[in-house]
């Protein structure tokens, strides 16, 4: 079955940094914009940061300047490099793709979410 694969994710402390990865398996990347969302426990999902098939970026402001998203189209992997973690970055982090109108941080805008990758900052 064609889905979205994260992994990366870990126990880190504060101040570390973590690679992301956000693979397709059994499909391919089509030319659609890739997000990260993250849900922390007790709280809804929320926008982290978008790429789009020409890697124009947008990040919410609660990341700028500590997380990076990147992808590889021919690898049909998409990357968020995470730096100087805070304890509120604890959360699990997914990645999924934009299938319908909407703004980058709507996150009804996106579809094929993966299972998600736990990211735990200890302080």
């Known amino acids: 079955q064609a889905q979205l694969v994260e992994s990366g994710g870990g126990l880190v402390q504060a101040g570390g940094s973590l690679r992301l990865s956000c693979a397709a398996s059994?499909?391919?990347?089509?030319?659609?914009?890739m997000g990260w969302f993250r849900q922390a426990p007790g709280k809804g999902r929320e926008f982290v940061a978008s790429?789009?098939?020409?890697?124009?970026?947008y990040y919410a402001d609660s990341v700028k300047g500590r997380f990076t998203v990147s992808r590889d189209n021919a690898k049909s992997t998409m990357y968020l490099q995470i730096d100087s973690l805070k304890p509120e970055d604890t959360a699990v982090y997914y990645c999924?793709?934009?299938?319908?109108?909407?703004?980058?941080?709507?996150?009804?805008?996106?579809?094929?979410w993966g299972q998600g990758t736990q990211v735990t900052v200890s302080s």
């Open positions: 059994g499909r391919t990347f089509n030319t659609n914009t």
């Open positions: 999924a793709e934009k299938i319908r109108d909407g703004n980058d941080n709507y996150v009804s805008a996106y579809g094929y």
């Open positions: 790429i789009s098939w020409f890697s124009t970026t």
